[in-house]
């Protein structure tokens, strides 16, 4: 069976970090883009940070830029997203998914959302003081 399992939400105060982790299973990880997207209630949902099946392409969505690091481990199945300097409007559920890469691993943004084959159940982050 696929799975991708997110972990690492929580509640945390302006300014602190969390780090999420998506461990997956079930299919052949390393031919996948892996992306981050987040969705607050009342939002759509957004992509986050993508990085390509090689990791030698990575997008950011501006709001992530010079905050959040994305990576992947593909020897254990497993993506990352760590988030610095979390700030309220980060509050969202996070998800992480993975879509099948073509004949080029370069990334100029996330896949859209009916493109990612698989999806993780999301994970909680709350930013609060």
């Known amino acids: 069976q696929v799975q991708l399992v997110e972990s690492g939400g929580g509640l945390v105060q302006p300014g602190g970090s969390l780090r999420l982790t998506c461990a997956t299973s079930g299919f052949s990880f390393m031919y996948f883009t892996i992306g981050w997207f987040r969705q607050a209630p009342g939002k759509e949902r957004e992509g986050v940070s993508c990085?390509?099946?090689?990791?030698?392409?990575?997008y950011y969505a501006d709001s992530a830029k010079d905050r959040f690091t994305v990576s992947r481990d593909n020897d254990k199945n497993t993506a990352y997203l760590q988030m610095d300097d979390l700030k309220p409007e980060d509050t969202a559920a996070y998800y992480c998914?993975?879509?099948?890469?073509?004949?080029?691993?370069?990334?100029?943004?996330?896949?859209?959302?009916?493109?990612?084959?698989?999806w993780g159940k999301g994970a909680m982050v709350t930013v609060s003081s």
């Open positions: 990085i390509s099946s090689s990791a030698n392409s990575i």
């Open positions: 998914a993975a879509a099948l890469e073509g004949d080029s691993d370069f990334i100029s943004s996330c896949p859209e959302d009916y493109n990612m084959d698989f």
